[in-house]
């Protein structure tokens, strides 16, 4: 009967202690998409600048575009492993429909989130 009240404790100690890893690796997950993210807005930046040519403009807008979707399986994946993290990805996942200029201050919030201390939807 011991063994078996042992074995329940140790089978509940272990759950608690990897159902925090799913949340941390989830912040890991959405940080990572936020490098991408930081990096498609740069560009979409870059691409709103006085002086460029329309192929410039273009060229800039589709790298941003790209950033955009390599940061997509990783929103997917944090919000696989913690789902208060689907604002990112549907946000991202909106990226082909919704120009960046109009996303970018949702991005910006919650990719200052994402890296903040307490990173809490």
Same mark, same amino acid.
Request: positive net charge; aromatic residues 2%.
């Given at each position: 009967?011991?063994?078996?009240? #042992?074995?329940?404790?140790?089978?509940?100690?272990?759950?608690?202690?990897?159902?925090?890893?799913?949340?941390?690796?989830?912040?890991?997950?959405?940080?990572?998409?936020?490098?991408?993210?930081?990096?498609?807005?740069?560009?979409?930046?870059?691409?709103?600048?006085?002086?460029?040519?329309?192929?410039?403009?273009?060229? #800039?807008?589709?790298?941003?575009?790209?950033?955009?979707?390599?940061?997509?399986?990783?929103?997917?994946?944090?919000?696989?492993?913690?789902?208060?993290?689907?604002?990112?990805?549907?946000? #991202?996942?909106?990226?082909?429909?919704?120009? #960046?200029?109009?996303?970018?201050?949702?991005?910006?919030?919650?990719?200052?989130?994402?890296?903040?201390?307490?990173?809490?939807?």
């Amino acid at each position: 009967m011991a063994r078996l009240g #042992l074995a329940g404790v140790t089978l509940a100690v272990a759950a608690l202690a990897l159902s925090g890893c799913g949340v941390g690796g989830a912040v890991a997950d959405a940080r990572r998409s936020c490098v991408h993210v930081k990096a498609a807005l740069a560009l979409q930046t870059q691409s709103a600048a006085k002086g460029l040519t329309t192929s410039q403009r273009q060229a #800039l807008q589709t790298r941003a575009l790209t950033e955009l979707l390599k940061a997509t399986p990783l929103a997917a994946a944090a919000t696989s492993a913690d789902g208060t993290w689907n604002p990112l990805q549907t946000t #991202l996942q909106e990226a082909n429909r919704v120009p #960046l200029q109009y996303e970018a201050p949702a991005l910006t919030r919650l990719c200052q989130i994402a890296n903040s201390s307490t990173p809490i939807l």
